[in-house]
Nanobody
Framework: VQLQASGGGLVQAGESLRLSCAAV????????MGWYRQTPGNLRHLVAD???????NYADSVKGRVSISRDNTKNTVYLEMNNLKPEDTADYYC???????????WGKGTLVTVSS
């Protein structure tokens, strides 16, 4: 499985951005897809994820501003981020986990920069 992520960029505080990540290849029917973010010198942290049954998980710091969704027919997960803040600035990484096989794949990071 390979992940194709897109949607990062430069926005102003208060604006919105949508990230997309498509899983390509032998995608397992039971999986979790989500987004993590990382700033220089810090660990990578969960932003939000969603399993193939639609159960979601959000970081407290983004609840109410971020919405994750997925299209299982396209093996694609979307992260809609609203009311962006400068502290949301980070490299965002898509992650795929095959729950049955236990394999985890990371996509390349996409940079989100929020100016004040």
């Amino acid at each position: 499985v390979q992940l194709q992520a897109s949607g990062g960029g430069l926005v102003q505080a208060g604006e919105s951005l949508r990230l997309s990540c498509a899983a390509v290849g032998a995608v397992g029917s039971i999986n979790i897809m989500g987004w993590y973010r990382q700033t220089p010198g810090n660990l990578r942290h969960l932003v939000a994820d969603m399993n193939s049954r639609g159960v979601t998980n959000y970081a407290d710091s983004v609840k109410g501003r971020v919405s994750i969704s997925r299209d299982n027919t396209k093996n694609t997960v979307y992260l809609e981020m609203n009311n962006l803040k400068p502290e949301d600035t980070a490299d965002y990484y898509c992650r795929y986990t095959d729950v049955v096989g236990g394999k985890t794949v990371w996509g390349k990071g996409t940079l989100v920069t929020v100016s004040s």
